[in-house]
């Protein structure tokens, strides 16, 4: 029988016009690529690209003790944050295991926790059970609203012109709120390409016309001009990155010390999954998040086995063509002791085995370019 049908973005029509290759992505008909992965992904690394990432849930949190349940719920401490600043945070099961990866904001008076879309609804009731008892009320505003992001080296230069509130003084893992012409918005200073970057949030009634508004050609600039980019630029971008996905990367059975993650823990505070993350952090880690280099130019894919003189060590989490570096990398968990950069692995794909080197992580840093 037929699955539900596909929820659709406020941005779908735009899409469809634009050629988009529309894909089921958990749930969402979102666009792969509008004119091809490789240009997309090089224009977001030279210019500035634009991302529908409406799928991701956005939940609001109020009330007295919003501030503490979060603060049980993150495994990162939130409670000094200042209104007007974001964090990145791990949300932990008792075992230790990552139930998602957030980032959380504090407005003035109310808190923003922005979720992975496979995990929008699992957040969503584990923050309900987590409010059982307090004073504390949720507001799930994921589908009365809409996030964009613009990500690339142009993105601030481009918006500036464009955003009505102040941005040259807007630092990274800040958001500043505005109106116009009746519309709430709120821009963020993040990202997910290793690029520079804002994501915006406005109302869903008001986000073909944002869309057209952040694309269309500005007297002050020559072309190229801020191109939509698609989840499949979005992939290979984040790879190069770094930057971990949930299930792929981050899932149950890997808890934050494990991923590499410690710096986003708080291990002097009570957070869900606490005595369970202290005692890797004590014990350390079995095994680690790596960065390979492939020989070759073949893409590792996720499950692949990681070998080390014909024995199992580990297994790809992602891999791709990086675009940037011009060789095929991946990450991977494999076993401490074979997680030194410069150590020799190899990488099954298919019937064959694909020398592979460790490299630290990130591949590419803007602030460095490509490693040499």
């Not at 987590?130 to 481009?158: C, E, F, K, W």
């Not at 804002?198 to 007297?219: C, G, K, R």
């Not at 934050?256 to 999954?273: H, M, N, R, S």
Request: aromatic share 8%; hydrophobic share 40%; glycine share 10%.
């Amino acid at each position: 029988m037929p699955g539900p049908p596909l929820k659709r973005t406020p941005l779908y029509d735009r899409h469809v016009e634009a050629g988009a290759r529309m894909v089921d992505f958990v749930g969402w008909e979102m666009p792969l690529l509008y004119r091809g992965i490789l240009e997309e992904h090089r224009h977001t690394r030279t210019a500035a690209s634009i991302f529908d990432i409406s799928h991701m849930g956005r939940i609001e949190i109020r009330g007295r003790d919003a501030g503490a349940m979060l603060e049980y719920v993150c495994t990162r401490r939130v409670g000094d944050m200042q209104p007007g600043q974001c964090r990145y945070s791990h949300v932990c099961g008792e075992s230790g295991g990552i139930l998602d990866d957030v980032i959380v904001s504090r407005y003035d008076d109310r808190w923003l926790l922005v979720c992975n879309a496979c995990n929008h609804a699992r957040i969503t009731a584990w923050l309900a059970g987590n409010a059982l008892g307090r004073d504390v009320q949720l507001d799930d505003i994921t589908d009365r609203t809409a996030m964009i992001a613009v990500q690339g080296p142009g993105t601030m230069a481009q918006a500036a012109a464009r955003v009505p509130v102040p941005l040259s003084d807007l630092r990274r893992y800040r958001f500043r709120t505005g109106t116009y012409l009746g519309m709430p918005f709120t821009v963020f200073r993040t990202g997910y390409t290793g690029e520079d970057g804002m994501e915006v949030i406005v109302p869903a009634s008001a986000a073909s016309v944002v869309w057209m508004f952040l694309t269309q050609p500005h007297d002050d600039f020559e072309p190229p001009t801020v191109q939509p980019a698609g989840l499949g630029a979005r992939d290979t971008l984040r790879i190069e990155a770094g930057l971990p996905l949930y299930g792929h990367e981050l899932h149950e059975h890997v808890d934050p010390i494990t991923a590499g993650f410690a710096w986003c823990v708080d291990l002097e505070k009570d957070f869900c999954g606490a005595a369970a993350v202290r005692a890797v952090a004590q014990e350390g880690p079995a095994r680690k998040l790596v960065g390979l280099e492939l020989a070759g130019r073949r893409i590792a894919r996720q499950h692949g086995t990681v070998r080390s003189g014909g024995r199992v060590v580990g297994e790809v989490t992602s891999g791709t063509f990086a675009p940037t570096l011009g060789r095929s990398i991946a990450m991977a968990y494999v076993e401490v002791g074979h997680d030194c950069p410069g150590t020799s692995l190899a990488v099954q794909i298919g019937e064959h085995e694909e020398p592979a080197t460790v490299v630290a992580l990130p591949f590419y840093r803007r602030d460095r370019g490509t490693r040499a």
